[in-house]
């Protein structure tokens, strides 16, 4: 499986933008980047995914670099709720047994201060 | 609310004990898969079944046995475990397997004791 290397943990402060990087040198050109979230005592929850282009939805950005070995998920404005684990995650296009697997690493670990 | 309920939330069973775990989806998914997670691990992939047919099954121990009647339920049926199985289980659904840009749907998990 391709490997993606986030760091442990980050901390933030409510209603400031939080940047989430994460690489991943080794993807291949039909691996999609997903990002998961897990709150305490919950699943992980889908945040965001995309394959070259940078993407928005209603919960966060992410940014891929041109060369697509690193990513950035951005929370605009953090809020207390999400503080959770993120993960980034490859999700391996067709050939191989790893196809479409979705294999979770440590994540990032974040805190959001009052 | 994703979709995907797991029964019971907390279980704790002895080693001699045989117990299951349950996990629906309202979603209309053809895809369900059971993780592990262990305390301080990362999310282990257990199984996969697509269409009611397991598809993957990652070398897990014969004690965990897993059974999908329809594509809407998923059945672990646990049987003599030992105290290192005592994890979070979960179980998500997806529209398909395999499917790169497709999202899983997890549930809030079953956190499983073994004494």
């Known amino acids: 499986d391709a490997k993606t290397t986030q760091p442990n943990s980050m901390e933030s402060n409510e209603e400031e933008p939080v940047h989430l990087p994460c690489n991943h040198s080794?993807?291949?050109?039909?691996?999609?980047i997903h990002w998961y979230r897990q709150l305490p005592s919950q699943g992980p929850e889908y945040v965001i995914h995309?394959?070259?282009s940078n993407v928005n939805n209603r919960m966060a950005s992410l940014a891929i670099a041109e060369d697509r070995k690193s990513s950035t998920l951005i929370l605009h404005r953090a809020t207390l709720r999400d503080a959770a684990v993120y993960y980034c995650?490859?999700?391996?296009?067709?050939?191989?047994?790893?196809?479409?697997?979705?294999?979770f690493g440590q994540g990032t670990i974040l805190t959001v201060h009052p | 609310e994703t979709g995907v309920t797991q029964t019971p939330r907390h279980l704790v069973m002895g080693m001699t004990n045989k117990k299951s775990l349950k996990c629906e989806q309202h979603?209309?998914?053809?895809?369900m898969y059971w993780y592990k997670q262990s305390a301080k691990k990362p999310l282990e992939l257990m199984f996969v079944?697509?269409?009611?047919?397991?598809?993957e099954n990652n070398s897990v121990p014969s004690r965990f046995s897993p059974e999908c009647p329809n594509s809407s339920h998923l059945f672990l049926h646990l049987h003599t475990l030992q105290p290192e199985d005592s994890a979070l289980y979960l179980c998500?659904?997806?529209?398909?397997?395999?499917?790169?840009?497709?999202?899983?749907?997890f549930g809030s998990g079953t956190q499983l004791s073994v004494l």
């Open positions: 979603l209309g998914h053809n895809a």
């Open positions: 079944y697509s269409l009611e047919e397991r598809v």
């Open positions: 995650i490859l999700r391996r296009g067709p050939g191989g047994t790893s196809y479409g697997k979705l294999t």
């Open positions: 995309g394959l070259t």
């Open positions: 998500a659904s997806s529209p398909s397997t395999g499917a790169t840009n497709e999202k899983l749907f």
């Open positions: 080794t993807i291949s050109g039909t691996d999609y």
